[in-house]
């Protein structure tokens, strides 16, 4: 499974952006999908997980304001980031398993994107 996220840039704060993470390759076995991101510095945090099923969640810093979804095929997913802040900064990755237990279990995703940079600026 290959992942390759696109969308990132710079936005002033309250602005809005929508990273893309398209799926190539046989995905028939991913369960989950998921959006890291780092900021530097920092520890790498989970910030959104969609599970097969739809069903969402989401890390509080973030509720209200990001929404991640994907699209029929299954094999493009999203996260609209709304209302954007300076400490949303992050390089954000895209991320995918077989197993909803490796984000509850906060172990580290089988397939990564390359990631894609966001800067929150004015």
């Known amino acids: 499974v290959r992942l390759v996220e696109s969308g990132g840039g710079l936005v002033q704060p309250g602005g809005s952006l929508k990273l893309s993470c398209g799926a190539s390759?046989?995905?028939?076995?991913?369960?989950?999908f998921g959006w890291y991101r780092q900021a530097p510095g920092k520890q790498r945090e989970l910030v959104a997980i969609q599970y097969r099923d739809g069903s969402t969640t989401y890390q509080d810093s973030v509720k209200g304001r990001f929404a991640i979804s994907r699209d029929n095929a299954g094999n493009t997913m999203y996260l609209q980031m709304n209302s954007l802040k300076p400490e949303d900064t992050a390089v954000y990755y895209c991320t995918a398993d077989s197993q909803y237990s490796t984000y509850i279990d906060n172990n580290e995703p089988d397939y990564w994107g390359q990631g894609t940079q966001v800067t929150v600026s004015s």
């Open positions: 390759g046989n995905t028939d076995f991913i369960n989950v």
